[in-house]
């Protein structure tokens, strides 16, 4: 009978992870998306504390996976409601299937790259968003030249 019982127990499980996946299987590149970032984060968090070893605790891996837990929850949670009830209404603003879901995972995925980009200033001091702006500036500075000189270059061609 115990046998019985947990073969019975085990198919269910086995069902139910299978309903599972399939549920979520137009979302499996987002939720592997945000988890994938959460995990590069925590990584470098992680290296970052390898010159001061106590602070790495159980809780910290806890805390890693208490947090995509969260964040996986939420959007499948959100996939949920998008899918079933306001997808139509999406419809009226932008063609892009599950819109709100996408958008919900842009922000998930832009709070940790913000997350990992202050990590990267406290361990380095090298500030990558204030470089990116600096390149930005000296590449507009460029085309400005480049501009210039062929509009120089247009007006001294003889005819």
Same mark, same amino acid.
């Given at each position: 009978?115990?046998?019985?019982?947990?073969?019975?127990?085990?198919?269910?499980?086995?069902?139910?992870?299978?309903?599972?996946?399939?549920?979520?299987?137009?979302?499996?590149?987002?939720?592997?998306?945000?988890?994938?970032?959460?995990?590069?984060?925590?990584?470098?968090?992680?290296?970052?504390?390898?010159?001061?070893?106590?602070?790495?605790?159980?809780?910290?891996?806890?805390?890693?996976?208490?947090?995509?837990?969260?964040?996986?929850?939420?959007?499948?949670?959100?996939?949920? /409601?998008? *899918?079933? +009830?306001?997808? !139509?209404?999406? &419809?009226?603003?932008?063609?892009? %299937? =599950?819109?709100?879901?996408?958008?919900?995972?842009?922000?998930?995925?832009? /709070?940790? *790259?913000? +997350?990992?980009? !202050?990590?990267? &200033?406290?361990?380095?001091?090298? %500030? =990558?968003?204030?470089?990116?702006?600096?390149?930005?500036?000296?590449?507009?500075?460029?085309?400005?030249?480049?501009? !210039?000189?062929? &509009?120089?270059?247009?007006?001294?061609?003889?005819?």
């Amino acid at each position: 009978m115990l046998k019985e019982t947990s073969i019975l127990i085990k198919g269910m499980t086995a069902g139910v992870f299978t309903a599972f996946f399939a549920l979520v299987a137009p979302i499996k590149p987002m939720m592997f998306l945000v988890g994938a970032f959460i995990i590069v984060n925590a990584l470098f968090s992680l290296c970052k504390n390898k010159k001061n070893p106590s602070k790495v605790k159980a809780k910290a891996f806890l805390k890693i996976m208490f947090k995509i837990f969260v964040y996986e929850f939420a959007l499948v949670s959100f996939f949920l /409601i998008d *899918f079933y +009830m306001l997808n !139509d209404l999406s &419809k009226i603003f932008s063609p892009v %299937d =599950l819109f709100f879901t996408k958008i919900l995972d842009a922000i998930l995925c832009g /709070i940790e *790259f913000f +997350m990992f980009l !202050d990590n990267v &200033k406290k361990y380095f001091g090298y %500030d =990558l968003i204030a470089e990116g702006k600096k390149a930005l500036v000296r590449s507009k500075n460029i085309k400005d030249t480049v501009v !210039d000189f062929n &509009k120089n270059d247009d007006n001294e061609t003889p005819n």
